[in-house]
Each structure stands twice: as C-alpha cells, then as structure tokens.
C-alpha cells in the first residue's frame, strides 16, 4: 500500500508542470553557480601563479642591495585554496589574498576581495554553498507544504481513511514519495556539482572524502528542512497555511538565525582592536615584554654580548657589523611579540567562532555553515596555517639577511652589498593546504547538532503527521 | 483586525526590534573603534613631545632625531566616524572600515580592522535585512488589509531606528530616516502590487525568492564573470615590481642608514641628510604606486557600479543598496573618508617637508605647527542621491507593476 501511494505521488509530481519548471530550474541555477565557482576558482589559481612568479623575479632582479635594505624589499606571499572551495567559498572573500613579507609590516594576510565587491554581495551570493543553504530548502518548502495539508483540505483525507486505509500508511507513503523526489534531486545536484567542481579543480583524495563528507551534511540539513515542513504541513488546516508556516519555518533557519548566530559571535567577545595591536607592538619594542627588556636595554645588552664575544672593550674595536647584531636581536623581539600578540588574536577570534558555533543549536544552517567552509578549508581559522608559514618565512628571510650583514659588513657597514647568489638562498614561500578532513572531525559541536536536529525534526514530522491531526479529528 | 493578521503583525514586528537590539550591539562595537584610535593618538602625542624635548645624553643620534621618523611616531590614525543609522543597517561597515593613517607622501590605508572572517560570511542581522527579506513575506502572505500592510515597513522601520541608538539630535540623521521611510514605503507598495495579481501561493513564492535573492545573486555572478574586481594579487606583484626599480635607486643613497635606521647614520651623515633623502625616495615611490592606485581603485569603483546598476532588475537589491548607503553604512561614506584622510595626508606631508626644511629635529614647538585631524560627514548629496536613485527605481517598480496589472 504505501509503495502505491509512494508511486502515485512520484507520477502526480512529474505530471505537474510547474513543480518540474521549478525543480529545473533550481538545478540550473545550481549548476551555474557551481559553474560561476570553478571559474573564479581557475581565475584566482591563474593569478596566484602568476602574481608568485612576478614577486620571485622582482625578488631575484633587485639588483645588489645591503641585505638590510632588501628586508624592506621583501616579497608578497599569496595563500593557495582547495578545489573544494568551488563549492564552499565559506569565508574566502572575507579573508586577505597577499601578504607583505617584509620588515616593519605586520604578516598577515591582506587585501579582503570583498572589500573591491559592490555591498549587495552580502544580501545574495550566488554560490553553491548558498544554493544548499537557502535555496534548496526554499524548494523543499515548495514541495512539501501540500503533502499532508491538502488532502486534509480537500477532504481527500477523510474519503481514504473511510474506505480502510490506515492513517500511518498515508502518512509514511506521502512522506517517501516527496522525499524519494527531493532525495532525486539533491542526488542530481550533488553529483553534477562534484562533477564539475573535480573537472574544474582536480579534486585530490583528501578533496574526495571531503565533499562526500560535505554531502551527507547537506543531505542531514537538507533532511531537517524537508522534516520541518511535513511536520507543518502535518498540523496546518489547509494548504495556504502550510506554505505560510513553511516559508516562515525557512526564513528563520536559512537567513535569520545563521545571521544573528555569527552576530552573537561577534559581539560576544570584542574583536581585537587593530589599533590596540599595532600600540601594544609598538610598546613591546620599546619597552620590553614577559622576559624582554626594553629597546635600549637590548641594544646594550648586545653590545656587551659582541664585547665578551670578541674580546674587546670599545665599539671603534669590534670585528662584526654592530647594527647587524642589533637588527638580528631586534627581528626575534618583533618574532616573539608578533606571535604572542597574533595568539591572543586569534583566541578571540576562535571564541567568537565557538560562540557562533554554540548558536547552532538553534540554527542548523550555522552548523552546516561552519562544518561545509571547514571541509573545504575555507574556514576563517584554516587561513592560521599560512599565516604561520608567512610569519616564519618572513622571520627565516630577515635572519639570514641580517646575519650576512653581521657577519661580512665590519668593513664597510651600510654600503655593504650582495647579489643575487644572497636572493637565491631565500626559497620560493610555499604553504600548504589546510587539513579539511582532520579539521572537520574537530567540529564535533556542530556535528551533534546537525544529528541532533535531525533526529528531533524527524520525530516531529511523524508525530505531528500521526498524533496531532487524530486530535483534532476528534474535535 | 483579524487574529492572523495581528500575529503576522505582532511577528514582524518582534523581527523588526530582535534586528534593531541586535544592530545596537553591533553598532557599540564599531563604536569602540573610534575609542581606541583616540586614545592610542593621544597617547602617541604625548609620548612624541617627551621625545621632541630630549636629547641623548651620550652624544649618539636617535632615531627620533630624524623629523620623518620622529613624525611616523605621533602621525595620527585616521577612522570615519560610526554612522548615526549604523545600527539600523550595519551592512558591510566592519568590512570596509581601515584605519589610515599620514606619511610624508600622502596619507595610506595603515590598519585593516581585525574581523571574524566566519562571522562576516554568515552577513549580519540588522533592520534593513529585515526590511528587505522579511517585509515582503508578511505583505504577500498575511491575511489582506491593504492599508496595515502598507504601514508595516515605515512604522516597524522607525521603530527599530529609534530602538537601534540612532543619534536623534541631528539634522541629518531624521533626513536619513525621513529617507529611510520613504524608500520602505514604496518597497512595501511594490510588494503589496505583486500580491494584488493573484498568483498561486507557490507562484507567489517562487516571484518572492526570484527576486529577492536569486536576481541580487545574479547581477553579482554576472557582474563578476564580464567585469571582475581587480586582483589583489596582481596588485601586489605589480606593487612590488613598481618598488623594484625605485629601491634600486634609492637604497644606495639610503645605504649610510641601512635603509630606516638614521640612528646608525654612517660616513659623517646626518639625521637631517636621512630625512632629505627619504623624502626624495618618497616622492619616487607615490610617482610609481599612485598610478597603479588609482587604476585599482578606478576598476573596484566600475566593478561595483556595474552591480548597482544590474541590481536594478530586483527592488530588493534596490532597497538594499539604497538603505545602507542612507544609513552611511554603504561605499559612499568610506568614499567620503577616503577623501578627507588623503587631503589631511597631503597637507601632513607639506607640514613634514617645511619640518625637514628647518634642519632640525622636531622641537616641542614644530608639534603645535602639524596638522590636526578631524573626522567631517560625507556631503549629504553624497548619500541623497543614492537615495533619490533607490527611491525612484522603487516606484518604478511599482508603476511597472500596476501598468502590468492594468493591462490584464
């Protein structure tokens, strides 16, 4: 009986003309966007490419220089992304392209590209993470609300339950036969999307697992939604009423909670202040730090350290480049404060991230948000690893160059010059690509969430399917 | 009034003041940006005339005895002020807010605010998300009363002004809300005009989604694929290849003072000599940088534009870019800033070389004579005629609409 009426809606679906436009044309939106994604993701990788090869040549042709001098030259480190980010951009545009390795400049990573985009960016991003996120479950409201409301409207519901049929056998074969459409279609789009996003990027195995692994994400959340609108379309009196409860049930969960989930974050702990850093910086250098003493003590200090180590007693004496010491003495501070400081950064940032985390528990977008960009390596804290690899890079390039200085520019101090075999020695900046998988399992928070919110709306859809309406029968 | 009526109004409005609390918090967060720029100013003031009145006892120079490092130490940070409407729409204003700061060449983006990247993503909850998403949902699909309805988006909207700590002592602030009002009326109308067709509910569903986000999603896509931003990162190595030829110039001339460092001035050269040949290095490098500037900033600019005007095939992307450039809280304000922050550049930069002139380090006295920043409005035509835009789009929306409806 149930594989009928599973059947029976299958076919009345198909038939219906308008419900397929729509299903259509909710692929063909995804498939664009999915498509919009492997062309950003070809254009950004080109111009990564070549912007690295441009600042290696700018590097190795800067002619011969004082190896100080070409601390301040420097070079530009750019962050590579996963194919996966095709799919989940997550916060990419909301985080820095280039970061300026060179001496005096904090090493982060800069240049937001949705500073460049027009603010309607932030009301509608045409991304496939979106399309899963808010338009699909759009879809599902579309297709659910009438399930179980109209037959009940019609009266459709009273004939069948007088002529024997049993009420958890319309209940169940309404729900497999608008799930096994919905179920349809979230296989097609999540195959053509994975299709085109491996063509377009070249999906590694850790790309692989990960956005199988993203898939059955999108198909609990997706579940919730579809769970979510039976259970309305189980209590409401007529068809109208489900839709209305419907889309009032996908505002809430596809825009207005995630929102207000990552504006608690932010607000939960103040962002640190750029100015702050930048002052406490500044501070850190002149006055010392935990166990560092301040600017003119160290400047003596390794004036002392270079009279002991030489043997001599006056600086017009020392065989060693003096303020090469003292630049080396003075990178390590600058090394030491700005990873102190970056640390403490990134714990307020990483709180507000478990804040908005937290916040999942009403808003399973949010889990889904979070799990989906960290799968993808897109997550704002995946960018920490570059960083790192900047920041040493960056500390390795002034130590060499300052030791060169040290150890050969006695003679003729600032007008000491090197060459290309010097640029050599610094190699070409290279970070890897985040650990999507290993990341992902570290969001456990949003993992039990999202099953959590599974199982509950499941319960909910059937008890309001089975249990509520007999009430109300009575009545 | 009829009980589901009353329920769609009452939750709509519960919407409205949940945004308007939740843009309060965000807007005493923004707010605290201007604190900390003040205070580290003051502070970096007060630490600058300690060190314009010593001299080292030893004999050896600082590096404070040269005026352009002594001047880089106390160069103010620079930071618009948080918009009156920010609570009301807080948009994207975290986003584009960099702190700025002079230099001897003009004035220069120092500090991009520290933000959760995760949380920016996620876009925030403010009235104007409210007014754009959820008003046409109450219109469409509320029980009808023509006249309720219409009043729902200015009557919730100037309730969650007043309730998101807009400064309502002035002027412009109730011209903005006056305006604010206006373009909410007639986002309500046009909402109000596509109900009367009587389409189907899911129809009438499928119009609201189409436009509300899958026509903004789509003149961004668009927009993106036929005229993209600029590269950042093309920028940068471009930067980078414009500072090559410039360092090779000037890295010789800088090599008595291992680039920055007057304070390990070599071969008898002076902290004065570094500051006359830093100047000149300065000069070279905003020649070389300006160009590519301005050709980056000119492609953002025509990037952006070209959404806003695509955008117009949506009232709510209309809606959207209109609220938030009334609230401040769009590209024109930090536009507005951009120009006040270079303009106080150059004239720091003119104050610096008359310094450099004197030949002497800064004395407690050249202090008084630097320029002092102050943060001025954006022009109100610089916000009004976005908003007269939004406005008249908005009602030819909704001419377009009744004339569709008059035809059948």
Redesign the interface.
Known sequence: MILSIVLKEWKEFWRHR?MRL?VLAYLA?YA??VL?GA??HS??ES??V???K??RE?WL???E??P??AT??G??A?PKRSALSILEP??L??????A?LRA?LRTEF?????????????????SPA?CWQ??FP?VI??LT?AALARDRETGMERYLMAVGSNRATLVFGKTFGVGLVLLVIYLVAFGLGGAIASLAGGFGQEDTSAWLLLGLFYFLFSGIVFFLALAISGVAST??KS??GG??MW?LIA??L??????N???ST??????????IA?SDLERGFEDRPPRDARIEGTLNMLFRETKVGRREDLTVNL?GF??ISEAEVENASRGLRLGQ?RRT?TA??AT?EWGAAFSPA?AL??LG?TLAGT???Q?DGATDAANLYAHRMRRILNRELAAKGREQ???FLTGKKMWNQIDIFEADLPKQIEAAAARTRSIVTLLIWFTLTLLLAATSGLVVPQLGERS | MNRPLILAVS?FLL?GL?AAW?GR??R??LS??EA??AS?NQ?RLEIGKLNAGFTSGEGRARPEDSVLVAAD?IAP?MVSGTPGLAGAAI??A???RT?WRPNSGGAERG???????????????DLA?VM???LP?VIL?APRHDLVLLALGPAVSLLGILGSGAPLTQADTWLRVLAWLVLSGLYGLFWLLVRRKNWV???T??AY?TL???V??????V???LL??????????????A??PV??KT?RD????????PE?A??GATPADYDRIRLAAEAQWSEAWEPLRQQAEGS?DL??MA??VV?KLSP??IL??AL?ETAG???SRQDAFEETAREFGRQWSIALRAGVGRGHPLRPADLDRLPTFRYQEQPLLSWMLPAVIGILSLAAWGAAMQMTRKRR
């Open positions: 308008a729509v939106i664009l966007s919009l062309v950003e254009r950004y111009s990564r070549a912007a690295e441009s600042v700018s042709n800067q002619g220089k004082n100080h001098s301040y030259f070079t530009v750019f997550g916060a545009p909301y985080l820095g392209v280039a300026y005096g800069v240049d937001l590209p949705a500073r460049d985009e027009s603010p309607l960016a932030g009301l509608a991003n045409l979106f808010v338009i759009f409201v579309l609300y068809s109208r839709l209305t889309l009032v505002l825009v207005v995630p929102r207000l989930a990552a504006d974050g932010r607000v103040a962002s640190p202040s750029a100015i702050e850093m930048s002052r500044e303020p003292h630049f950064a940032l507000q991230t908005m949010t948000q979070l960009s997550a704002a804290t960018r101090g600032g007008a | 939750a919407l949940v939740n918090r965000m005493e967060s605290q940006v900390h720029v580290a502070q130490r940070w948009g994207q975290a986003l584009r702190i500090l991009e605010v520290f933000e959760n990247g995760q949380t920016l993503a996620a876009g925030g909850f998300i754009v998403l959820a949902l699909f509910y899911w129809a569903g499928v989604v509300v986000f899958i903004p999603g789509l003149a961004v896509a927009v993106d694929l993209p931003a600029p590269s950042r990162m093309a920028l940068a190595a471009k930067k980078q290849a500072l090559l360092m090779a890295s800088l090599a008595p003072f291992y680039e920055v460092h390990f070599e071969n953002a990037h952006r959404v806003e955008g709510a992307s959207y870019s938030l809280t769009g590209v």
